[in-house]
């Protein structure tokens, strides 16, 4: 098959995502210089270097190693994945914060190992639903697979606690399995289970029920429990049709927490308003179909799985935050890809990014 340039259109798309993002960063990141000078310069380190800069050179890696390389080593990389997320509970290399035990530290470095599991969880879904093919309808061959993985998947992340990544990942999984063409009743059969599974968890955690009371009752503990809800929506409201302007927003002193991770979509909104939100929104709505273009025409069928699950984890965790901020959704702290603060996540995201645009060289025409 005939070598193609990469698909441009989604690539400026991706490059529009991240100018704006980079943008926002920077802006939100100075309600933090109003507090602390070192931490501002940590946490630009952390995104720009770290972040930015390791990720456009994995993204170029990745952009130049064939696709196949992925299918080939996928069960190598789903399994050193789960080690790398369960070494958050050895002493010596776990790091906790906030009662959650999510982090890696090695020198004065630490990340989330979480968001190289949930990259290792779409390459090896991907290669496994490409060997079962035309079995995935079995169910010993698609859902069985699939609930094995997501309860070795499960016990780790909640035991961290981490259940938003554990949604992320249970979405982008019945997503894949209903690309693959297994049957939408056996999908919806899941889903339902998962979800008792997950109202459970919330009857028996009260962190998880305070959040579920505040998407019901926003106004309720207006200085604790939804304290953040409110501030993201009087930020947003306050930015109006055009937004007071860019670097402008009042909120990110002080108010919001997390200006630069968790609220970053209210910051935005904030100093870019209405129109800026559209047209961000816009974007990700532009990304999800060219990508889904891009799956479509892959060259076979493990890519186009390959593709379909980086775009639909991209996808979900992006609307998963913005939904979060406007209030249609409970706070899950979830970060907006390409914009929130996180170098890991940028730096997996990226990678992933030229994983689709190495498939993308190879599409066929006229489908």
């Known amino acids: ?79 050193g994945s789960i080690l790398l997320t369960a070494a958050v509970f050895i002493p010596s290399l776990g790091w906790s914060h906030g009662g959650a035990s999510r982090w890696i530290q090695l020198g004065p470095i630490s990340f989330q190992p979480v968001e190289f599991l949930k ?70 059969g899941v889903g339902l289970g998962l979800i008792l599974l997950l109202g459970s968890l919330v009857y028996f955690t009260p962190y998880l029920q305070e959040r579920v009371k505040t998407l019901i009752h926003p106004s309720i503990d207006s200085q604790v429990a939804s304290y953040q809800i409110q501030q993201s929506l009087i930020a947003l409201g306050s930015g109006g049709v055009f937004g007071r302007g860019f670097g402008q927003s009042v909120q990110k002193f002080s108010y919001l927490p997390e200006p630069q991770g968790d609220s970053i979509f209210a910051v935005l909104g904030e100093e870019l308003g209405f129109t800026g939100a559209f047209i961000t929104i816009f974007l990700y709505v532009l990304f999800v179909l060219r990508g889904f273009r891009i799956a479509n025409r892959a060259p076979d069928y493990f890519s186009g799985l390959l593709v379909s699950g980086i775009v639909i984890l991209i996808t979900v965790q992006s609307f998963m935050h913005i939904a979060s901020i406007t209030g249609v959704f409970p706070l899950t702290g979830v970060p907006l890809v390409f914009m929130s603060h996180g170098g890991t996540a940028l730096l997996i995201y990226l990678m992933a990014i030229g994983i689709v645009l190495n498939i993308s060289k190879f599409q066929r025409k006229n489908i």
């Open 1 to 79: 098959m005939k070598d193609k340039k990469v698909d441009k259109f989604f690539l400026i798309v991706v490059f529009l995502l991240l100018f704006i993002g980079l943008a926002m960063f920077v802006s939100a990141s100075l309600g933090i210089l109003a507090k602390n000078e070192k931490t501002f310069y940590s946490v630009l380190f952390s995104q720009l270097i770290l972040g930015l800069g390791l990720g456009l050179l994995g993204m170029y890696f990745c952009l130049k190693i064939n696709y196949k390389f992925w299918r080939k080593y996928s069960f190598l990389i789903f399994l």
């Open 119 to 188: 990259f290792g969880f779409v390459i090896y879904f991907a290669a496994w639903l490409s060997w079962v093919k035309n079995r995935v309808q079995d169910f010993r061959f698609g859902i069985l697979p699939f609930g094995i993985m997501l309860s070795i998947i499960a016990f780790i992340l909640f035991k961290q606690p981490d259940t938003k990544s554990f949604i992320l990942i249970t979405i982008t999984g019945l997503s894949m399995l209903f690309v693959s063409g297994v049957s939408v009743k056996y999908i919806l």
